[in-house]
T-cell receptor
Framework: QQPVQSPQAVILREGEDAVINCSSSKALYSVHWYRQKHGEAPVFLMILLKGGEQKGHEKISASFNEKKQQSSLYLTASQLSYSGTYFCGTENYGGSQGNLIFGKGTKLSVKP | DVKVTQSSRYLVKRTGEKVFLECVQDMDHENMFWYRQDPGLGLRLIYFSYDVKMKEKGDIPEGYSVSREKKERFSLILESASTNQTSMYLC?????????????FGPGTRLTVT
């Protein structure tokens, strides 16, 4: 039931792009993305609803493919401040509203 | 700004002790959550509450209980702490904004059970 994130870790140079994927075996109502910097609490990035909607936050955007039951997070022209662990949280149909199931996270390291 | 606070950042307890972790939110949110975070396992839900005195088990409720007597406060209780409960504990709250439930996290409590 826990969504699967890939890759588990990625190392980038400043300015490079990355894609983080989140896949579920269950039908999804929404997907939430969070970023957690070392020693800090997770911080909300964006929510995506069914319909293939895309959202953006700074140079970070995401898509949601309801049919494939997956979401992808796109980090463009990465900056040092993008380093951290990214979590997707999925909300399933039939689940309690607002109750998310989180993936194990993807650790992103951006080097100068 | 939404604020979720937790009573302690670091806590050291002995095996068998009763442990209380407190969480307070100031946004009048209906939902509150307790997670534990362990390396390589992500965030795992222990319990959540969608209203005062209402609670539901999450994925890993064994060894834990919760209390929500007031809307703004959600407590996690370890009845008899064990070493395998050494972990980072995160509290979160969420309330609907245009039908969407964004979760706000507290800073976490790192609990060590010796």
């Amino acid at each position: 039931q826990q969504p699967v994130q890939s890759p588990q870790a990625v190392i980038l140079r400043e300015g490079e792009d990355a894609v983080i994927n989140c896949s579920s075996s269950k039908a999804l109502y929404s997907v939430h993305w969070y970023r957690q910097k070392h020693g800090e609490a997770p911080v909300f990035l964006m929510i995506l609803l069914k319909g293939g909607e895309q959202k953006g936050h700074e140079k970070i955007s995401a898509s949601f493919n309801e049919k494939k039951q997956q979401s992808s997070l796109y980090l463009t022209a990465s900056q040092l401040s993008y380093s951290g662990t990214y979590f997707c949280g999925t909300e399933n149909y039939g689940g309690s509203q607002g109750n998310l199931i989180f993936g194990k996270g993807t650790k992103l390291s951006v080097k100068p | 700004d939404v604020k979720v606070t937790q009573s302690s950042r670091y806590l050291v307890k002995r095996t068998g002790e009763k442990v209380f972790l407190e969480c307070v939110q100031d946004m009048d949110h209906e939902n509150m959550f307790w997670y534990r975070q362990d390396p390589g396992l992500g965030l795992r839900l222990i319990y959540f509450s969608y209203d005062v005195k209402m609670k539901e088990k999450g994925d890993i409720p064994e060894g834990y209980s919760v209390s929500r007597e007031k809307k703004e406060r959600f407590s996690l209780i370890l009845e008899s702490a064990s070493t395998n409960q050494t972990s980072m504990y995160l509290c979160a709250s969420s309330g609907t904004v245009q039908g969407l439930y964004e979760q706000y996290f507290g800073p976490g409590t790192r609990l060590t059970v010796t």
